[in-house]
């Protein structure tokens, strides 16, 4: 089925699929009117060295200066407190919900992974935000998963991401995760770089893992929505019209918004359920086994997990500098 082609491909593409701003640039969602909007450590670290984010940032330093502890620990409660002015501002701008990630170095800690989300979430509702528009942002390791069935069930939505591959899919559905992010664009960086083979289309590994999950959880009756990420051009996005939710830059929003493409629907749950895909386990020993016979996805989280950590770090320097 395709859109009405007097729309722009972006306009197309929303009578799909739920578009999220893959963005902490306050102008660019008002610009795209996304419906959600998700932030990650990287986004908020680049975000804070630009003149229009200062205030936030004075304002999370100003509070953090009567916090005790070493400037370390104050860095890191000053983190947590720009992290929710940064999502209560964008609330203002989005009707939906907004993702607030957890420290990624916490990804393997479920115990701590839960303490931060509901810490969050306190400071949210602390703020007049109700916890019905926030999902908290997990990392898809198994400890994520675990942490994510307790917070779903304390009413505490997740959105696990990082995610590279069907058995995480598996695992963050089985735990009642609201919403997972698998990130196409790093999955076709991977298989390029490794084969040397340049991919587009239905072929393109990055899709094909998508459409795969989306498969998977709509013929089973898994409730946990997916939500494309991380896409590296427009034909990626345009191969997943459909997927419940999809995650896109301002730049690739901008060039939907300027394109007259017509969006056909490709993914449709009543297609999914007749897919022949069979059940994968789903215990502990299964979901690590199945993730080390996937290099690409072992690499992937491991790097991403890596990456992510490092920016809460540079961040954190950044905070400490200040308050010195």
Not at 44 to 55: C, F, G, L, S, T
Not at 116 to 129: C, D, F, P, V
Not at 157 to 181: D, H, K, R, W
Request: proline share 5%.
């Amino acid at each position: 089925m395709a859109a009405n082609t007097s729309e722009n491909s972006l306009q197309q593409l929303k009578r799909f699929t739920t578009v999220v701003a893959d963005t902490g640039d306050f102008a660019s969602m008002r610009q795209f009117t996304p419906q959600d909007a998700t932030t990650n450590p990287t986004l908020i670290e680049k975000a804070v060295d630009m003149p229009a984010y200062q205030p936030l940032l004075d304002k999370a330093i100003a509070e953090g200066r009567g916090y005790s502890g070493s400037p370390e620990e104050r860095a890191r409660q000053i983190i947590d407190r720009l992290l929710i002015l940064f999502g209560c501002e964008i609330l203002k701008i989005v009707p939906g919900r907004v993702s607030t990630e957890v420290d990624a170095r916490l990804s393997f800690d479920v115990a701590g992974t839960v303490d931060k989300a509901r810490h969050l979430i306190s400071m949210y509702q602390a703020a007049g935000i109700p916890r019905q528009r926030v999902l908290i942002k997990i990392a898809s390791t198994w400890e994520g998963a675990q942490a994510a069935k307790v917070l779903q069930q304390e009413g505490i939505a997740c959105n696990l991401t990082l995610m590279f591959s069907l058995p995480q899919a598996v695992a963050c559905a089985e735990a009642g995760a609201t919403l997972i992010s698998p990130f196409v664009g790093r999955i076709y960086d991977w298989f390029k770089k490794s084969t040397g083979q340049e991919y587009s289309g239905p072929d393109d590994p990055g899709v094909r893992s998508v459409r795969t999950i989306y498969a998977y959880y709509k013929k089973f009756g898994y409730r946990t929505e997916v939500m494309g990420a991380s896409f590296r051009n427009v034909g990626q996005i345009l191969e997943l019209a459909g997927s419940d939710l999809l995650t896109i830059s301002p730049t690739l929003l901008a060039e939907l918004q300027n394109a007259s493409t017509t969006v056909t629907r490709k993914l449709d749950p009543d297609a999914a359920t007749a897919d022949p895909i069979s059940r994968i386990p789903c215990d502990e020993k299964s979901f690590r086994r199945l993730l080390n016979d996937d290099a690409m996805a072992t690499e992937k989280l491991a790097e991403g997990i890596r990456l992510f950590s490092a920016d809460i770090v540079k961040l954190e320097n950044k905070i400490v500098a200040r308050l010195a």
